[in-house]
């Protein structure tokens, strides 16, 4: 079973370039999310979608975009890069059925340098 | 807000010590909450999820406790082991749809 991947696994940008961050899963998830973890510091929810479609903020949305056009995919685009968004970056799915007991998964992270 | 604090930031412990790892958070409204291990350069794994009416959960030499009321959990970790080492994250949610994430306890068990 494949669950999230992500890709890519490692990038160095320069400032003010662009590039998005493949999210896909094979578990027919509802919900995906995007976090970043900085050094020592636990995760920052970015962008959340609860179905295709339908995309929200998390907590530290500015300089990304996502977008949800099929229940699978949830890329994460950024537009600017910024030494602000040196960071690695978690892409994670769940399933809607709150008895299920809520499991989420995480991909392996995509380990992104802003020079 | 929502913060989540977790307490120690590090530990190392010797082999077949049982330890507990501490979890605070400030807003006592929440749907459940979960216990993560994270390995170096890995996502995170789900260890264990307590709904916000239950006080406890077991998985083998691990049990987690919660108490709404206070703000806590703890992570209790029976006989420890060198595969153990790893960070432990708690994350709490006030709804069905996002996590908020304790900064992590990073457990280092030697031999």
């Known amino acids: 079973n494949a669950g999230v991947t992500q890709t890519p696994k490692f990038r160095i940008l320069k400032i003010g370039q662009s590039m998005t961050l493949q999210c896909t899963q094979d578990?027919?998830?509802?919900?995906m999310y995007w976090y970043r973890q900085d050094p020592g510091m636990g995760l920052k929810l970015i962008y959340y979608s609860v179905g295709a479609g339908i995309t929200d903020k998390g907590e530290v949305p500015n300089g990304y975009n996502v977008s949800r056009s099929t229940t699978e995919d949830f890329p994460l685009r950024l537009e600017l890069a910024a030494p602000s968004q040196t960071s690695v970056y978690f892409c994670a799915s769940r399933t809607r059925r709150v008895l299920s007991g809520n499991t989420i998964y995480f991909g392996e992270g995509s380990w992104l340098t802003v020079v | 807000k929502q913060e989540v604090t977790q307490i120690p930031a590090a530990l190392s412990v010797p082999e077949g010590e049982n330890l507990v790892l501490n979890c605070s958070f400030t807003d006592s409204a929440i749907y459940n909450l979960q216990w993560f291990r994270q390995d170096p350069g890995k996502g995170l794994t789900s260890l264990l999820l307590?709904?916000?009416?239950?006080r406890e959960q077991t998985s083998g030499r691990l049990n987690a406790s919660l108490d709404k009321s206070s703000g806590r959990s703890t992570l209790y970790i029976a006989a420890s082991q060198p595969g153990d080492s790893a960070t432990y994250l708690c994350?709490?949610?006030?709804?069905?749809?996002?996590?908020?994430f304790g900064t992590g306890t990073r457990l280092q068990v030697f031999p």
């Open positions: 994350a709490v949610s006030r709804n069905t749809d996002k996590l908020i």
């Open positions: 578990m027919n998830h509802n919900y």
């Open positions: 307590i709904q916000s009416s239950q």
